[in-house]
């Protein structure tokens, strides 16, 4: 019995290291697939942010290269109305399957931002499909789609944890519409 005394030490010690590897390793395995886990949805989330913004960019396109003729001093190539409608079309189903990813995986700001980006891209088609008048400022209705365009990346960029300073848009190109707007009504001196 004695023997068994003295060796209790040594035997609780081993058994208490070798319960803190388990612990320790558990532990460590528990953290690793969470780690594992979080890049695979951030992946997933950045997959879904970049196709909405494309699915999106796409329909703009269109619709802007519909209205071409209704804004003078437009860099975008005219496309015909049937072509451009049957276009729209095409886009406007793959951005709500792609609006399917971005709801599932976005996190709550980024999908309103994403939400008010889609409104005004809409009002946009609703003039290239005739629905409304075109208002006295189209370039109006298109900065409110790059100011949109800019708040949807700058919430993207946050939910990813993306750093390096903002990357708007909406600035140079309002600047770049006022360009085109004063060289248009420039009249050249004889």
């Known amino acids: 019995m004695s023997t068994l005394l003295t060796q209790l030490p ?3 010690g081993v058994l208490v ?3 803190g590897t388990i612990l ?3 532990l460590a395995d528990r953290a690793r697939w969470r780690r594992s886990q979080s890049v695979r949805w951030d992946e997933r989330r950045l997959d ?3 196709d909405y913004a494309h699915a999106l960019k796409e329909s703009h396109a269109v619709a802007l290269r519909m209205t071409a003729d209704l804004r003078p001093g437009s860099h975008s190539h005219p496309i015909d109305r049937e072509d451009g409608l049957a276009r729209l079309a095409s886009s406007d189903a793959r951005r709500t399957i792609v ?5 599932l995986l976005g996190d709550g700001p980024t999908v309103a931002a994403a939400a008010v980006w889609r409104d005004a891209v809409w009002q946009v088609e609703r003039l290239a499909r005739g629905i409304v008048e075109a208002p006295p400022d189209v370039a109006e209705m298109l900065t409110r789609v790059d100011e949109a365009r800019d ?3 700058r919430a993207a960029r946050r939910s990813l944890g993306v750093r390096g300073g903002s990357v ?7 600047q770049a519409l006022v360009d085109r707007s004063t060289a248009t009504r420039e009249v050249p001196a004889n």
Request: aromatic share 14%; charged share 10%; net charge negative.
């Open 24 to 26: 320790a390793t558990s």
């Open 17 to 19: 290291g070798t319960l």
């Open 48 to 50: 879904a942010y970049v």
């Open 10 to 12: 040594a035997l609780l």
């Open 151 to 153: 708040g949807y990346y």
């Open 168 to 174: 708007e848009q909406s600035a140079a190109l309002r």
């Open 99 to 103: 609006w399917e990813n971005l709801l």
